[in-house]
Protein backbone atom coordinates (compact mmCIF):
# COMPACT_ATOMS: atom_id res chain seq x y z
CA UNK A 1 0.00 0.00 0.00
CA UNK A 2 1.23 3.66 -0.79
CA UNK A 3 1.49 6.27 1.71
CA UNK A 4 2.11 9.78 0.72
CA UNK A 5 3.51 12.07 3.65
CA UNK A 6 4.47 15.30 3.72
CA UNK A 7 6.58 17.59 5.97
CA UNK A 8 7.43 21.32 6.16
CA UNK A 9 4.69 23.49 6.38
CA UNK A 10 4.71 25.97 9.36
CA UNK A 11 4.00 29.84 10.23
CA UNK A 12 5.91 32.71 8.23
CA UNK A 13 5.84 35.96 7.41
CA UNK A 14 4.98 37.54 4.71
CA UNK A 15 7.60 37.85 2.05
CA UNK A 16 9.25 34.73 3.90
CA UNK A 17 10.15 31.72 2.27
CA UNK A 18 9.16 27.92 3.33
CA UNK A 19 9.92 24.53 2.02
CA UNK A 20 7.38 21.64 1.65
CA UNK A 21 8.77 18.11 1.26
CA UNK A 22 6.40 14.90 0.60
CA UNK A 23 7.68 11.04 -0.33
CA UNK A 24 5.50 8.68 -1.57
CA UNK A 25 6.51 5.15 -0.29
CA UNK A 26 5.22 1.24 -0.93
CA UNK A 27 5.74 1.23 -4.44
CA UNK A 28 8.65 -0.23 -6.57
CA UNK A 29 7.39 1.99 -9.36
CA UNK A 30 8.22 5.51 -10.53
CA UNK A 31 4.76 7.67 -10.17
CA UNK A 32 3.73 9.24 -13.14
CA UNK A 33 2.87 12.67 -11.04
CA UNK A 34 3.17 14.45 -8.09
CA UNK A 35 2.28 17.20 -7.27
CA UNK A 36 1.11 19.43 -4.91
CA UNK A 37 -2.45 21.17 -3.90
CA UNK A 38 -3.75 23.55 -1.35
CA UNK A 39 -7.21 24.12 0.36
CA UNK A 40 -8.03 27.52 2.25
CA UNK A 41 -11.00 27.73 4.77
CA UNK A 42 -13.84 27.66 2.48
CA UNK A 43 -12.37 26.93 -0.46
CA UNK A 44 -12.19 24.31 -3.10
CA UNK A 45 -8.91 22.23 -2.57
CA UNK A 46 -7.16 23.58 -6.08
CA UNK A 47 -3.93 22.84 -7.95
CA UNK A 48 -0.59 24.23 -6.88
CA UNK A 49 2.13 23.18 -8.82
CA UNK A 50 2.87 19.34 -10.32
CA UNK A 51 5.47 17.63 -12.39
CA UNK A 52 5.86 14.62 -14.71
CA UNK A 53 7.88 11.85 -14.68
CA UNK A 54 9.78 13.26 -17.42
CA UNK A 55 9.89 16.89 -15.82
CA UNK A 56 6.83 18.66 -17.01
CA UNK A 57 5.47 21.32 -15.04
CA UNK A 58 2.76 23.11 -14.48
CA UNK A 59 2.00 25.96 -12.19
CA UNK A 60 -0.93 27.55 -11.15
CA UNK A 61 -1.10 31.46 -12.40
CA UNK A 62 -0.93 33.08 -8.95
CA UNK A 63 2.18 30.91 -7.93
CA UNK A 64 4.10 31.60 -11.16
CA UNK A 65 7.57 32.97 -10.34
CA UNK A 66 7.35 32.44 -6.67
CA UNK A 67 7.19 28.75 -6.04
CA UNK A 68 9.21 25.90 -7.52
CA UNK A 69 8.32 22.35 -7.60
CA UNK A 70 11.32 19.48 -8.45
CA UNK A 71 10.94 15.61 -7.55
CA UNK A 72 13.30 12.55 -7.15
CA UNK A 73 12.06 9.99 -9.41
CA UNK A 74 14.29 7.05 -7.79
CA UNK A 75 13.06 7.99 -4.40
CA UNK A 76 9.70 9.08 -5.26
CA UNK A 77 10.04 11.88 -3.63
CA UNK A 78 8.89 15.97 -4.72
CA UNK A 79 9.70 19.66 -2.87
CA UNK A 80 7.70 22.50 -3.48
CA UNK A 81 10.23 25.47 -2.23
CA UNK A 82 7.79 28.53 -1.30
CA UNK A 83 9.45 32.25 -1.81
CA UNK A 84 7.69 35.25 -1.44
CA UNK A 85 4.83 34.42 0.36
CA UNK A 86 1.84 35.73 0.60
CA UNK A 87 -1.22 35.79 3.45
CA UNK A 88 -3.45 34.67 0.07
CA UNK A 89 -1.48 31.52 0.50
CA UNK A 90 -2.34 30.21 3.42
CA UNK A 91 -3.75 27.15 3.14
CA UNK A 92 -3.80 23.48 3.79
CA UNK A 93 -0.78 21.64 1.77
CA UNK A 94 -1.54 18.57 0.27
CA UNK A 95 0.54 15.98 -1.59
CA UNK A 96 -0.17 14.13 -4.26
CA UNK A 97 1.01 10.84 -6.07
CA UNK A 98 -0.30 9.25 -9.28
CA UNK A 99 0.42 6.10 -10.32
CA UNK A 100 0.18 3.72 -13.61
CA UNK A 101 1.48 0.55 -12.90
CA UNK A 102 0.70 -1.49 -10.85
CA UNK A 103 -2.79 0.37 -11.55
CA UNK A 104 -3.73 3.92 -12.23
CA UNK A 105 -4.44 4.92 -8.59
CA UNK A 106 -3.82 8.52 -6.90
CA UNK A 107 -3.06 9.10 -3.14
CA UNK A 108 -3.27 11.61 -1.25
CA UNK A 109 -0.91 12.94 2.36
CA UNK A 110 -3.00 14.04 5.50
CA UNK A 111 -1.87 18.01 4.41
CA UNK A 112 0.41 20.24 6.20
CA UNK A 113 -0.84 23.81 7.33
CA UNK A 114 0.83 26.95 6.03
CA UNK A 115 0.23 29.89 7.53
CA UNK A 116 1.46 33.37 6.48
CA UNK A 117 0.52 35.71 8.80
CA UNK A 118 2.71 38.83 10.39
Known amino acids: QVQVEESGGGLVQPGGSLRLSCAAS????????MGWYRQAPGKQRELVAR???????NYSDSVKDRFTISRDNAKNTVVLQMNSLKPEDTAVYYC????????????WGQGTQVTVSS
Open 96 to 107: RAAFLWPQVRAY
Open 26 to 33: GSTFSAND
Open 51 to 57: ITSGGTT
